[in-house]
């Protein structure tokens, strides 16, 4: 069974940075697909990028290109999202979920099947 | 990039009512679409993946049908717990969008 724990909740000024930490148990990391998604209040879901641990490779959503950066640590089995240049439309609860992907009898199943508690970040001055 | 496109937005229904939300993508994703439920303050929660398999542990008035651009979660019969957010997503390349969401509110 895996479990996500994500750090706690931030408050940040415009134009500075936040840092939310996604620690991995119950699994190996680098046997996960990892998925970063936000949630700004009282609206959907967004997706904002994906990070494979087996190659340290990461994907963006195209919005968040050039303030998003997904990285790892694997001696702690725990994936980051880093978030600059925040404005206050960033104000979100930011989730991280893993993928699982797997085929029987011709059905591909591709899903987000763990998902972190959240961790909201405010943006305010 | 693939758009998704749910409707309606949202909608009023009572206990029992059969309650059918569509989902439209911007190109063909095959089956590769996932639906989730979700309830304030928490995660989504997996019900139908690859258009129409239910997810294990979800309740059998759950199903889905599609393929290629058009897509349908139907609830037979709407319950109590079943009031919350569904959202649809494609599964068939990156990035994972979702759809905007349907909110599911009493009558």
């Known amino acids: 069974q895996v479990q996500l724990v994500q750090s706690g909740a931030e408050v940040k000024k415009p134009g500075a940075s936040v840092k939310v930490s996604c620690k991995v148990s119950?699994?190996?990391?680098?046997?996960?697909?990892m998925h970063w998604v936000r949630q700004a209040p009282g609206k959907g879901l967004e997706w904002m990028g994906h990070?494979?641990?087996?190659?340290?490779?990461?994907v963006y959503a195209q919005k968040f290109q050039g303030r998003v950066t997904l990285t790892d640590d694997t001696s702690t089995d725990t994936v980051n999202m880093e978030l600059t240049s925040l404005r206050s439309e960033d104000t979100a609860i930011y989730y991280c979920?893993?993928?699982?992907?797997?085929?029987?009898?011709?059905?591909?199943?591709?899903?987000?099947?763990?998902w972190g508690q959240g961790t909201l970040v405010t943006v305010s001055s | 990039d693939i758009q998704m496109t749910q409707s309606p937005s949202s909608l009023s229904a009572s206990v029992g009512d059969r309650v059918t939300i569509t989902c439209r993508a911007s190109?063909?994703?095959?089956?590769?679409l996932n639906w989730y439920q979700q309830k304030p303050g928490k995660a989504p929660n997996l019900l139908i993946y690859?258009?129409?398999s239910l997810q294990s542990g979800v309740p059998s008035r759950f199903s889905g049908s599609g393929s290629g651009t058009d897509f349908t979660l139907t609830i037979s019969s709407l319950q109590p717990e079943d009031f919350a957010t569904y959202y649809c997503?494609?599964?068939?390349?990156?990035?994972?969008?979702f759809g905007q969401g349907t909110k599911v509110e009493i009558k």
């Open positions: 979920a893993t993928e699982k992907r797997d085929c029987s009898h011709g059905v591909c199943r591709i899903i987000f099947d763990y």
């Open positions: 119950g699994y190996t990391l680098t046997e996960l697909s």
């Open positions: 990070f494979d641990p087996e190659d340290a490779k990461a």
């Open positions: 190109q063909s994703i095959s089956t590769y």
């Open positions: 690859a258009a129409s």
């Open positions: 997503q494609q599964s068939y390349n990156i990035p994972r969008a």
